[in-house]
C-alpha cells in the first residue's frame, strides 16, 4: 500500500477534461513539489508536470497540475485516444527520505 | 540530448547478485544527480535510490526494501551510473530503469532483472 494514493482508474471520452487525483500526507506532498509522470504501454515514464505546476518543454498545455495541501491533481483537457497511458504522482518523503510514488491510474479513453 | 542505456539484467536464484550499469550520454555525468526506479511486472513504479553528484557530496539514500542489500554507485570517467544488487529476493524482480536529476526528466529502456529458482 503506497502512502501516496491515486485511483487505479479514469475515464473520459474524447474532447473531454478528466482529472486525476493524488492524495498523501505532511512528509510528502504538503512538505514538497509533485511531479507527474506519463508511461504508455511498453514504454518507459515521461515527465509530464514538474513542481506541480510545471510543464517541461514539450508537453501541450492540455496538461496541466495543481497541489492543495497534501493533495495534487492532475488535469487533462481535450481528451486524445493517445492519451491512454498510466498515470503517476511522485514526491520526496521527508520521513522516508526517499521518493515515493502514486500506485498509478489507468486512463481509458472511451 | 540525453540517453540513458541500461544493461546487466538478467535471470538469478534467490540470495544472488547481480551489478545494473547505466550508461548516460548528452549531459555532463558528473553533475547530475541519478536514481534507480523499478517496476515490477503489472504493477507501479517503485524508487530504489539515488546517488548525488560528487559535487554535492555523492551521497546515496535508498528505499527502505533494498537498503543494505543494494549499493548505488557512480563513475563519472565512464559517465555510467552502478546497481550493485545482492541477496536478491523474488521480490526484487522487475524492469529496473535508470532516471536523472531531481525530478527525472530522463529514462532509459530499462533492463529486466528476474530472480527465481
Known amino acids: 500500500q503506497s502512502v501516496v494514493t491515486q485511483p487505479p482508474s479514469a475515464s473520459g471520452t474524447p474532447g473531454r477534461r478528466v482529472a486525476i487525483s493524488c492524495s498523501g500526507g505532511?512528509?510528502?506532498?504538503?512538505?514538497?513539489?509533485v511531479n507527474w509522470y506519463r508511461q504508455l504501454p511498453g514504454a518507459a515514464p515521461k515527465l509530464l508536470i514538474h513542481?506541480?505546476?510545471q510543464r517541461p518543454s514539450g508537453v501541450p498545455d492540455r496538461f496541466s497540475g495543481s497541489k492543495s495541501g497534501t493533495s495534487a491533481s492532475l488535469a487533462i483537457s481535450g481528451l486524445q485516444s493517445e492519451d491512454e497511458a498510466d498515470y503517476y504522482c511522485?514526491?520526496?518523503?521527508?520521513?522516508?527520505?526517499?521518493?515515493?510514488f502514486g500506485g498509478g491510474t489507468k486512463l481509458t479513453v472511451l | 540530448e540525453v540517453q540513458l542505456v541500461e544493461s546487466g539484467g538478467g535471470l538469478v536464484k534467490p540470495g544472488g547478485s547481480l551489478r545494473l550499469s547505466c550508461a548516460a550520454s548528452?549531459?555532463?555525468?558528473?553533475?547530475?544527480?541519478m536514481t534507480w526506479v523499478r517496476q515490477a511486472p503489472g504493477k507501479g513504479l517503485e524508487w530504489v535510490g539515488r546517488?548525488?553528484?560528487?559535487?554535492?557530496?555523492?551521497?546515496?539514500d535508498y528505499a527502505a526494501p533494498v537498503k543494505g542489500r543494494f549499493t548505488i554507485s557512480r563513475d563519472d570517467s565512464k559517465n555510467t551510473l552502478y546497481l550493485q544488487m545482492k541477496s536478491l529476493k523474488i521480490e526484487d524482480t522487475a524492469l529496473y530503469y535508470c532516471?536523472?536529476?531531481?525530478?527525472?526528466?530522463?529514462w532509459g529502456q530499462g533492463t529486466t532483472v528476474t530472480v527465481s529458482s
Open positions: 532516471t536523472t536529476g531531481w525530478i527525472f526528466v530522463a
Open positions: 548528452g549531459l555532463t555525468f558528473s553533475n547530475a544527480w
Open positions: 546517488i548525488k553528484s560528487k559535487a554535492d557530496g555523492g551521497a546515496t
Open positions: 505532511s512528509s510528502n506532498i504538503g512538505a514538497n513539489p
Open positions: 513542481s506541480n505546476d
Open positions: 511522485a514526491a520526496w518523503d521527508d520521513s522516508l527520505k526517499g521518493v515515493v
